[in-house]
T-cell receptor, first 114, second 112 residues
């Protein structure tokens, strides 16, 4: 299993540009999430999904869209990039089995908006 | 809204000493409390977790305690080693949704 994969690893955008951060997992996990990590602020939840076709907002959803058409993929779209969206973005997936739960993170995407 | 407070933000200990990191959560519906370790430039990785029906859990040198009444949970690392140096995050998960709320992290430095 590849686990949770994210592309690209690094991206530079100009203000106003749009782009999609890709996230995929091959563990058949129901739950997937997107977080952003900024210095001194920990991980903040952007959007999450509890299954294909179901998404919901997290703490900081403004400026981002998501969709979950398959169990495997959970792309994050930046509609019109702003410098405030400069951050490291982590995708994560998890599953609960027999009362045990483990959230696996992808390697991250470092985004710089100029 | 829901939040998780984490203290201290930085912690330096001598090798072999113990380290304690504390978190407080606000959402009464939280029932799952994981701890993650993140090394520089790497992704967060789960190191230990605890559910709301358990008061303490131990795994070798690390342990987590939970006080549901006070909405506190803590990470304890004994016999610290240089490789324990990293940023540690606590989190709380709401039982009715899939929302994880993270603390702001503790940078642990173990001095040799």
């Amino acid at each position: 299993n590849a686990g949770v994969t994210q592309t690209p690893k690094f991206q530079v955008l100009k203000t106003g540009q749009s782009m999609t951060l890709q996230c995929a997992q091959d563990m058949n996990h129901e739950y997937m999430s997107w977080y952003r990590q900024d210095p001194g602020m920990g991980l903040r939840l952007i959007h999450y999904s509890v299954g294909a076709g179901i998404t919901d907002q997290g703490e900081v959803p403004n400026g981002y869209n998501v969709s979950r058409s398959t169990t495997e993929d959970f792309p994050l779209r930046l509609l019109s990039a702003a410098p405030s969206q400069t951050s490291v973005y982590f995708c994560a997936s998890s599953v609960r089995v027999g009362g045990q739960e483990t959230q696996y993170f992808g390697p991250g995407t470092r985004l710089l908006v100029l | 809204g829901e939040n998780v407070e984490q203290h201290p933000s930085t912690l330096s200990v001598q090798e072999g000493d113990s380290a304690v990191i504390k978190c407080t959560y606000s959402d009464s519906a939280s029932n799952y409390f994981p701890w993650y370790k993140q090394e520089l430039g790497k992704r967060p990785q789960l190191i230990i977790d605890i559910r709301s029906n358990v008061g303490e859990k131990k795994d070798q040198r690390i342990a987590v305690t939970l006080n549901k009444t006070a909405k506190h949970f803590s990470l304890h690392i004994t016999e610290t080693q240089p490789e324990d140096s990293a940023v540690y995050f606590c989190a709380a998960r709401n039982s009715g949704t899939y929302k994880y709320i993270f603390g702001t992290g503790t940078r642990l430095k173990v001095l040799a």
